[in-house]
């Protein structure tokens, strides 16, 4: 196996002071105790070192990099500041392109077995042979998917895992949703996931699902797409809204009120009735050939209408509806494509119903996790609880970005920052940890030397002050399974907001930390 490996050249190794390309650049010597190569400017008088990736930016190097120069085991190369952001922003935009093409659960999953395919994975199909190296992936009710990389170790000597979800809040349209009131046709919508119900008034909405027919047939809907017109939820003008405004935040919009504007053009004579929701009834027929009817078996989902783009004058951040959590979703994915032939079985989970508590048949509560693992395993005549027993899964979500402007819910300490690097987080859940997995000591350690083998810019993560509130992920129903199980994942500003921000440094950051994983 050949292995490379790349350390930082800044502005230019021509420039002293100005990168760390301690290998490459330095001479035998000693630093903090350590005797390896160094950077220096006399014997004992360390030089100044650069290099845009924070933490890689010190005169040093490991001896264990240093004996792997001395042996010729290890071929180093280098590589610059401008190289290292051309390939983060390369990543940012291949992360965007996914963003835009995966706005629910199915269309992710649909995108995600494309994007497997094209890199050679195939469905596994229950007693298949599998041998190191083998690309294999298995859908669940087109809502999660699973991947594997088979590695060159049995499954008795445990897997790397990384499950994320790929849901995210949104709106759902109920069985009965379409309706007219004064006019103007409506569809009425239960709000799915934490919410702040205000922020989804008064913007552009897409409707995007599919809707079951009786034949057993699926019609996928995307309403809204491009140059098409929009969908709305009305909010109340200033001038009326003096009562609504000396509400609590979270009780000026009602769940109830949150209703689409669907039409207000009228169809038939003046003497019929609702001739506005006929319009529209008539329109979804011409378009999909439903009607009202097919609706009770319908998925339907209200979307933001914007597609992801960069925020900032210098474009460092990135703003999307979803990031929660297909920023994760996608890293681990990315990664998993990637591979050739792991130490390890690789496994990336995608999940559904994360948003809900991870319950039902396609959430990370269901028996489809353990049924892939299992079938994995009894391929090789491994139990499946000897496999878990030695696994490792990074529970890759999303987490709290410190937000200056509310600072008074954060404790700034402990809590991750936007561009500073993957969000490890020990332990989720609310106020006294409840619903966290609370991931032991040897554990963290055992993260944080992978993650600084590979380079990874990480930093600790938590969801805000102790008695604020709190969050949870799929990193318990993972625990659960007897599987060693940490939370990181990438800063949100303005989480399960229809728009929300992320910094382009830490999607790749979580992206390096994913592969970090796999390849441990």
Same mark, same amino acid.
């Given at each position: 196996?050949?292995?490379?490996?790349?350390?930082?050249?800044?502005?230019?190794t021509?420039?002293?002071?100005?990168?760390? +390309?301690?290998?490459?650049?330095?001479?035998?010597?000693?630093?903090?105790?350590?005797?390896?190569?160094? /950077?220096?400017?006399s014997?004992?008088?360390?030089?100044?070192?650069?290099s845009?990736?924070?933490?890689? &930016?010190?005169?040093?190097?490991?001896?264990?990099?240093?004996?792997?120069?001395?042996?010729g085991?290890v071929?180093?190369e280098?590589?610059?500041d401008?190289?290292?952001?051309?390939?983060?922003?390369?990543?940012?935009?291949?992360? @965007?392109s996914?963003?835009?093409?995966?706005?629910?659960?199915?269309?992710?999953?649909a995108?995600?077995?494309?994007?497997?395919?094209?890199?050679s994975?195939?469905?596994?199909e229950?007693?298949?042979?599998?041998?190191?190296?083998? $690309?294999?992936?298995?859908?669940?009710?087109?809502?999660?998917?699973?991947?594997?990389?088979?590695?060159?170790?049995?499954?008795?000597?445990?897997?790397q895992?990384?499950?994320?979800?790929? #849901?995210?809040?949104?709106?759902?349209?109920?069985?009965?949703p379409i309706?007219e009131?004064?006019?103007?046709?409506?569809?009425?919508?239960?709000?799915?996931g934490?919410? $702040?119900? %205000?922020?989804?008034?008064?913007i552009?909405?897409?409707l995007?699902?599919?809707?079951?027919?009786? #034949?057993?047939?699926?019609?996928?809907?995307? /309403?809204?797409?491009? !140059?098409?017109?929009?969908?709305?939820i009305?909010?109340?003008?200033?001038?009326?809204?003096?009562e609504?405004? @000396? @509400?609590?935040?979270?009780?000026?919009?009602?769940?109830?009120?949150?209703?689409?504007l669907?039409?207000?053009?009228?169809?038939?004579?003046?003497?019929?009735?609702?001739?506005?929701?006929?319009?529209?009834?008539?329109?979804?027929?011409?378009?999909?050939?439903?009607?009202e009817?097919?609706?009770?078996?319908?998925?339907?989902?209200?979307?933001?209408?914007?597609?992801?783009?960069?925020?900032?004058? &210098?474009?460092?951040?990135i703003?999307?509806?979803?990031? !929660?959590?297909?920023?994760c979703?996608?890293?681990?994915?990315?990664a998993?494509?990637? /591979?050739?032939?792991?130490?390890?079985?690789?496994?990336?989970?995608?999940? !559904?119903?994360?948003?809900?508590?991870s319950?039902?048949?396609?959430?990370?509560?269901? +028996?489809?996790? #353990?049924?892939?693992?299992?079938?994995?395993?009894?391929?090789?005549?491994?139990?499946?609880?000897?496999?878990?027993?030695?696994?490792?899964?990074?529970?890759?979500?999303?987490?709290?970005?410190?937000d200056?402007?509310?600072?008074?819910?954060?404790?700034?300490?402990?809590?991750?920052?936007?561009?500073h690097g993957?969000?490890?987080?020990?332990?989720?859940?609310?106020?006294?940890?409840?619903?966290?997995?609370?991931? #032991?000591?040897?554990?963290?350690? %055992?993260?944080r030397?992978?993650?600084?083998?590979?380079?990874?810019?990480?930093q600790?993560?938590?969801?805000?002050k102790i008695?604020?509130?709190g969050?949870?992920?799929?990193?318990? %129903?993972?625990?659960?399974?007897?599987?060693?199980?940490?939370d990181?994942?990438?800063?949100?500003?303005?989480?399960?907001?229809?728009?929300?921000?992320?910094?382009?440094?830490?999607?790749?950051?979580?992206?390096?930390?994913?592969?970090?994983?796999?390849l441990?």
């Amino acid at each position: 196996v050949k292995l490379v490996g790349v350390e930082p050249s800044g502005e230019g190794t021509d420039k002293p002071g100005r990168h760390a +390309a301690t290998l490459s650049m330095g001479k035998p010597g000693e630093i903090h105790g350590m005797k390896c190569y160094v /950077l220096e400017d006399s014997p004992g008088v360390p030089s100044a070192v650069h290099s845009i990736a924070s933490g890689l &930016d010190y005169p040093g190097i490991g001896p264990q990099h240093s004996y792997l120069k001395d042996i010729g085991r290890v071929q180093y190369e280098i590589a610059d500041d401008q190289q290292t952001l051309d390939a983060m922003e390369a990543y940012c935009r291949d992360y @965007k392109s996914f963003l835009d093409h995966s706005k629910t659960e199915r269309e992710c999953t649909a995108h995600t077995v494309a994007l497997a395919e094209a890199a050679s994975f195939i469905p596994y199909e229950r007693g298949m042979a599998l041998q190191p190296g083998d $690309r294999v992936y298995r859908v669940n009710r087109k809502k999660s998917v699973m991947l594997a990389v088979i590695g060159r170790e049995s499954l008795s000597e445990g897997a790397q895992i990384v499950a994320c979800h790929i #849901d995210s809040p949104r709106l759902d349209l109920k069985p009965h949703p379409i309706y007219e009131d004064s006019e103007l046709a409506y569809g009425k919508t239960h709000y799915y996931g934490g919410i $702040r119900k %205000y922020q989804w008034v008064a913007i552009p909405l897409q409707l995007r699902g599919v809707v079951a027919l009786k #034949d057993g047939t699926a019609v996928s809907v995307v /309403l809204g797409e491009g !140059d098409e017109p929009k969908f709305v939820i009305n909010d109340l003008l200033p001038h009326l809204g003096g009562e609504q405004g @000396k @509400k609590p935040l979270n009780e000026a919009i009602a769940g109830e009120t949150l209703n689409i504007l669907m039409g207000s053009r009228p169809l038939g004579d003046s003497e019929d009735s609702d001739r506005v929701k006929l319009r529209v009834l008539d329109l979804l027929h011409e378009k999909y050939g439903i009607c009202e009817d097919d609706l009770t078996s319908a998925e339907l989902e209200v979307v933001p209408a914007f597609n992801a783009t960069d925020i900032g004058l &210098d474009g460092s951040l990135i703003g999307a509806y979803g990031h !929660d959590d297909r920023v994760c979703s996608y890293a681990a994915l990315k990664a998993l494509l990637e /591979l050739e032939t792991p130490t390890k079985t690789a496994v990336c989970m995608l999940a !559904d119903k994360e948003e809900i508590g991870s319950m039902g048949v396609t959430g990370m509560q269901s +028996a489809f996790f #353990d049924t892939f693992m299992e079938d994995l395993c009894e391929s090789q005549g491994v139990a499946l609880r000897v496999c878990y027993e030695s696994a490792f899964c990074l529970s890759s979500d999303v987490t709290a970005a410190y937000d200056p402007n509310f600072a008074e819910v954060y404790e700034k300490r402990n809590d991750a920052q936007v561009n500073h690097g993957l969000g490890l987080c020990k332990y989720t859940g609310a106020r006294g940890k409840g619903g966290s997995s609370d991931a #032991d000591a040897e554990t963290v350690a %055992y993260v944080r030397r992978v993650m600084d083998e590979a380079g990874v810019v990480w930093q600790i993560g938590e969801m805000g002050k102790i008695d604020a509130g709190g969050g949870g992920t799929v990193a318990q %129903y993972m625990a659960n399974r007897n599987i060693t199980t940490i939370d990181a994942g990438v800063p949100v500003l303005s989480m399960h907001a229809p728009f929300e921000t992320v910094g382009k440094l830490d999607c790749y950051m979580n992206y390096l930390g994913c592969k970090a994983v796999y390849l441990a």
